[in-house]
């Protein structure tokens, strides 16, 4: 999610939370907005650009902190993150079991699918790699939190 908010919602609602900054700070953002009364509207004709890490050590402790921030706003906002944000946990438990040919198939399927859309057979094992990646660090930071807590 990429939001744009006023000064004077900001104001109301106090900001961003201090103590998420390493992890889905815009996301309880929102939820503290949707929990004041306002209304979030989805815009899908715009454009978002995310910089993600350049090393993969950094993808890999953005995702996890991201897993992280979300399992406590699922906790402080039961029922604000749709379904799909347990995935990744689902995910990551699946990767442990004889069922791991779940999870290894939806980044299978990602890298096919992007790397036909762009034509580039060259994006194939990179997506593939930071989808599994993906789903693995961002579900154990989520399940980290949950079951250990702290920030």
Request: aromatic share 12%; net charge positive; proline share 5%.
């Amino acid at each position: 999610m990429s939001s744009a908010y006023t000064k004077k919602i900001l104001e109301q609602v106090g900001g961003f939370a201090e103590d998420y900054a390493y992890g889905g700070e815009d996301v309880e953002l929102d939820a503290k907005i949707a929990a004041a009364g306002h209304k979030l509207y989805y815009l899908p004709e715009g454009t978002v650009y995310h910089k993600h890490r350049s090393s993969f050590k950094g993808f890999v402790r953005q995702m996890t902190r991201l897993g992280r921030g979300c399992a406590r706003i699922k906790k402080k906002y039961p029922g604000y993150l749709p379904l799909q944000y347990h995935g990744p946990a689902v995910l990551c438990v699946i990767s442990v079991t004889p069922l791991l040919v779940i999870p290894l198939s939806m980044a299978l399927l990602n890298g096919i699918y992007t790397g036909l859309r762009e034509r580039n057979a060259g994006l194939f094992l990179p997506l593939v790699l930071l989808t599994w990646t993906f789903y693995v660090c961002y579900g154990y930071g989520d399940l980290a939190q949950m079951v250990g807590g702290g920030k």
